[in-house]
């Protein structure tokens, strides 16, 4: 074999596995470093952008390197996916999920795997304990590293299990990727990988993407003017599965072939509604952030998100889906200024104050007959749901192991009317239910028993043949699915299992570092949204440390500054009266609320005089 290097420096055998395995000649620029760096048995930390072909930087080495491959990733849904292509391409690859552990680590030891994908949870499991000692790991990849750290807004306590990496394969050569990560972050992922690891940034710029923020108006109403106006496929970020609904169902009526997406669908409806989308029969999903996670859809041309994301690592990826073919693409975020007051309340809720969390804790104690100092061994179910915010932090704090019990159907729940008055296209028996709670919720929410309320629409309504609770519950998922309500099975559904003796219930606290991390994260967003001079995609870059570009003169601040506003109002004044709301919204969305504020200062001034429809010169000359 020759060592002779192609124009990327790519060693010759290399070169050789990548037009066999994958059929490509070159690598992207961003890859070459990480390729390089672990086939040479480097340790290597790579940002790479959403798209920027992340799983070929450590396949391709890691074939190379010959043994076996440990890719440890949160993303279980997509582990299968990622097997399936590398099978696909004539690698051996397998998946640790679900009850297939005995099968795939027989695979691993006994035949010749190449690649295996595992949850960071697996890593303490003693399947995984007892077996890994008759492996030849020569690679260990940390997939979404950003998971790591408790700084990162993904954080996921289960990755510190990472650690146990190094003992037991002190040979091998590590890998981390993530998409999204500031400078703190990466920082924390380096000091939990073995020392010496080289940093590979690729640049974050992607200079075909205008960014926009859109603060005038009523805000859907906005977005929806303005979504009937796009060309090519689109997706529409929205907070909420009921959101997904209500979207797709607006979007719809003003025209556009639209679907919801979110994760409360069926694995086969979302992954039909995904294609129909990729292959253009459907222009737009209306989606939470449960969307876009491995889909790599090139032809994107807008990304509208309804209501801010909770962090800008988020929006950068998801707006990120946009143009990855490197043609011109949109990225709007709509807001409003009460949406961030609605959203730091949304995060103090799941963050009670510490006199609920010490409730919870002695509810715990009463419910499990645990004495000062006792550890009772075995699990039990918590039956006060009000407690689930308080004990999944004590959780987190390391008191309990709070762990969800699927095999036990609820036979209680929560029902929560989310108030649209449509049921005309439901069933019989759904029609009945939905009729019902509406009648009885309205805006509140209301604890039901099944079996009870089951018997209750029996009797009033003679249904034949009757309901069943099983019936019930799967109507309630479906109204649920739907958006209609939420529908929360009741908390026996989860069980708490002591990790530590019980103490003094005054003694208990848990960090809440978290929740501050968040409220800045949200305030990062709402300084975004209203920043009034630079440049959209410099400040996005600024959060991520990497801000050494240009201005990218397609954002709406690099595309509109006072004087060409004060310009355009002027002109088309002088041709006579104009309809402001009509006006404004032939303007680019995020130059409408400046172009409002210069109309407001102007009538102040007596400039302009205005009656409820229009707005005219009045007579006296603005001053420049
Ligand atoms: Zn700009």
């Known amino acids: ?78 582990m299968e996916d990622q097997c399936a292509q590398l099978r696909h391409r004539g690698i051996r690859a397998e998946a640790w999920v679900g009850n297939n552990g005995d099968r795939v680590l027989d695979n691993v030891r006994f035949g010749n795997t190449q690649f295996l994908y595992l949850s960071p949870e ?123 609904e209500r979207w797709s169902q607006r979007l719809q009526a003003a025209g556009l072939a639209a679907a919801s997406f979110h994760a409360g669908l069926p694995a086969k409806e979302k992954q039909r509604r995904q294609q129909r989308w990729m292959s253009g029969q459907l222009q737009v999903l209306a989606c939470t952030s449960a969307f876009g996670m491995g889909i790599d859809a090139p032809h994107v041309r807008w990304v509208f998100h309804a209501g801010p994301p909770p962090n800008l690592e988020s929006y950068i990826q998801e707006a990120g889906r946009a143009g990855r073919d490197g043609q011109p693409a949109s990225c709007i975020l709509y807001v409003e200024d009460s949406d961030f007051d609605l959203m730091q309340g949304r995060i103090e809720r799941q963050f009670p104050a510490l006199k609920q969390i010490q409730a919870a804790y002695q509810w715990a104690a009463n419910a499990s007959y645990a004495t000062l100092g006792e ?34 159907r609820a036979e209680r729940g929560t029902i929560t009317w989310l108030g649209s008055p449509v049921y005309e296209s439901f069933g019989p028996s759904l029609h009945t239910l939905a009729q019902w709670i509406e009648r009885q919720t309205t805006s509140q929410s209301m604890d039901v028993e099944l079996t009870q309320l089951a018997n209750h629409l029996n009797r009033a309504h003679a249904l034949a043949p009757p309901l069943t609770s099983a019936q019930l519950r799967m109507d309630l998922e479906a109204l649920d699915a739907m958006g209609w309500l939420d529908w929360k099975p009741a908390s026996e559904q989860f069980e708490l299992t002591w990790t530590m003796p019980r103490q003094a219930t005054k003694t208990v606290t848990v960090d809440r570092s978290r929740l501050e991390l968040m409220l800045r994260k949200i305030q990062e967003v709402e300084a975004y949204t209203k920043a009034s001079q630079g440049c959209r995609s410099q400040h996005l870059e600024r959060a991520f440390s990497d801000a050494s570009h240009a201005p990218c003169g397609r954002c709406d601040m690099c595309t509109g500054d006072k004087k060409q506003w004060r310009q355009a109002l002027k002109e088309d004044l002088a041709r006579g009266a104009i309809r402001p709301q009509e006006w404004l919204l032939s303007k680019a969305p995020g130059h409408r609320q400046p172009l409002r504020a210069l109309m407001a200062t102007w009538y102040r001034s007596g400039f302009i005089e205005a009656n409820q429809n229009w707005i005219r010169w009045s007579g006296k000359e603005a001053q420049g």
Not at 8 to 27: C, N, R, S
Not at 32 to 55: C, I, M, R
Not at 61 to 67: C, K, M, Q
């Open 375 to 408: 550890q009772p061994e075995s699990p039990f179910p918590v039956t006060e749901p009000q407690h689930l915010p308080a004990l999944r932090l004590l959780s987190l704090a390391g008191y309990f192991d709070l762990r969800e019990c699927r095999a036990a």
């Open 122 to 244: 697996r890593l303490t499991h003693p399947l995984f304990e007892a077996r890994c000692v008759f492996w030849n790991v020569t690679t260990i990849v940390i997939d979404e590293a950003h998971c790591i750290s408790q700084w990162g807004h993904d954080f996921r306590p289960a990755f510190q299990n990472i650690s146990s990496l190094h003992d037991r394969f002190p040979d091998a050569v590590w890998g981390a990727f993530t998409a999204t990560a500031t400078e703190e972050v990466l920082g924390d992922i380096a000091s939990q990988m073995p020392s010496g690891a080289h940093s590979h940034v690729a640049p974050m710029r992607r200079p075909n993407l205008a960014y926009q923020v859109s603060r005038w108006g009523d805000r859907d109403a906005v977005l929806l003017h303005d979504a009937t106006l796009q060309h090519g496929q689109g997706l529409l970020y929205v907070q909420s599965r009921h959101d997904s």
């Open 1 to 78: 074999m020759s060592t002779q290097e192609t124009s990327q420096g790519l060693p010759a055998h290399l070169q050789a596995l990548l037009e066999a395995h994958w059929g490509f000649t070159d690598l992207r620029p961003c890859q070459v470093g990480p390729v390089l760096d672990l086939a040479q048995g480097n340790h290597a930390l790579a940002l790479l952008p959403t798209g920027g072909g992340k799983s070929l930087c450590f396949q391709l080495p890691a074939l190379a390197r010959g043994g076996l491959c440990l890719v440890v990733t949160p993303l279980v849904a997509l």
